[in-house]
């Protein structure tokens, strides 16, 4: 159904009578629909509209962080072509530009001169990313290593809830474009307990607490993008969603009925409930890319799952469809998130990669060196 709809998503859930809506993308939330469905009475899992404006747009995160004393990079909110470039004169390269609304995660360019940032300036407010560009945001560039950290809220109470590392760029050895995610593994050692803890205390906490005292609470998943900088852990942004590939990751490793915190959170009983229990192993996820992504991606091209989860392995569709016949074939660009555990990141590593190498899916391609980091730390 038209999820924009919101007058049939709720007739829908009035005919069905549904306990519970989960709001998964960032869109739907941005546009008010919890809002419109707890109008009605149903538990919904995710922000209100005011609230997912932590996702919505960059520069209203930036602001709150200012208001908070959370820990970010320095920033302009600019919202002319002529006034991006001025403040170019403010940094220095590397220069980061976000484009300020919904971009489908693919809104930040970082140029490595003034020229490509004045070049890449034309394009955001020439409509490279619509009009998620109409305001871009540009940030000092941070040193240091990044890493997810996911915590869950009611408004009140506050659990975290996983950490994670993700690979954007789109080639081996973290090269190349930018894109939504390749492949991610679960937990992020490098985000020790005593970390954990300062990240609760200066960036997740101070942000619940100034949103419910702006009279704008926040219900539902908190994923903050983190740069681990030599200052102490700093924000980079929020999603108000669990988000590929994390998501799989943390999936692999909980070891309770995520519906059950979901409920406690759409009904401000988070503070009942036992703090949730992760598996101690290693989960990765693979992402299997359709040729051309993050750019235009050829669809059409037909994928054999065949006997890929046979060793416990889980292949998660993103963008699939079936013929009429049957057949799978790639309908968008990260098509598959082909995830596995195992007793260190070595270990799911290699269940992962040998899950991959099961499935045949020509027009399709992947990072070989997912989890290469950490690896690499030993």
């Not at 960032?26 to 209100?48: H, I, N, Q, T, Y």
């Not at 919505?56 to 006034?83: H, M, W």
């Not at 020229?115 to 040193?143: K, W």
């Amino acid at each position: 159904m038209d999820v924009t709809d919101h007058d049939l998503v709720i007739a829908f859930c009035e005919q069905e009578q549904v306990g519970l809506v989960v709001i998964g993308p960032e869109a739907p939330l941005v546009d008010g629909l919890a809002d419109s469905l707890r109008a009605e009475g149903f538990a919904v899992f995710g922000p209100s509209k005011a609230a997912a404006q932590l996702e919505g747009s960059k520069a209203f995160t930036k602001e709150l962080c200012d208001r908070a004393n959370i820990p970010t990079a320095g920033y302009v909110r600019t919202t002319s072509l002529e006034q991006a470039r001025e403040a170019l004169a403010r940094f220095n390269p590397p220069y980061v530009l976000k484009a300020d609304g919904l971009a489908a995660g693919k809104g930040v360019v970082i140029p490595e001169t003034l020229a490509e940032a004045e070049d890449a300036l034309a394009d955001m407010f020439g409509g490279q990313f619509g009009e998620a560009g109409a305001e871009v945001v540009i940030e000092e560039f941070m040193e240091g290593e990044e890493a997810s950290f996911f915590a869950l809220t009611d408004g009140a109470s506050i659990v975290s809830f996983g950490t994670a590392q993700d690979h954007k760029r789109v080639g081996d050895g973290d090269t190349g474009t930018n894109t939504g995610g390749m492949g991610a593994y679960s937990p992020a050692p490098i985000i020790t307990p005593e970390l954990r803890a300062e990240v609760m205390q200066k960036i997740i906490t101070p942000t619940v607490r100034q949103l419910a005292d702006e009279g704008t609470p926040y219900s539902g998943v908190l994923y903050a993008g983190l740069m681990l900088t030599r200052e102490g852990p700093k924000l980079v942004e929020y999603n108000c969603r669990f988000g590929d590939p994390e998501c799989q990751v943390l999936m692999m490793r909980l070891e309770e009925d995520l519906a059950d915190y979901m409920l406690a959170c759409a009904n401000n009983a988070l503070g009942s409930m036992e703090r949730p229990r992760f598996s101690s192993d290693t989960a990765m996820t693979v992402v299997m890319a359709a040729k051309g992504y993050p750019g235009t991606p050829e669809k059409g091209g037909k994928i054999v799952i065949g006997d890929a989860e046979a060793d416990g392995a889980k292949v998660f569709h993103a963008g699939t469809v079936l013929d009429d016949d049957g057949t799978l074939r790639a309908n968008g660009g990260r098509v598959l998130n082909v995830t596995a555990r195992g007793t260190d990141i070595k270990a799911a590593q290699d269940a992962a990669y040998a899950a991959v190498k099961k499935i045949d899916f020509e027009s399709g391609f992947y990072r070989s060196d997912i989890g290469w980091r950490e690896i690499a730390r030993g």
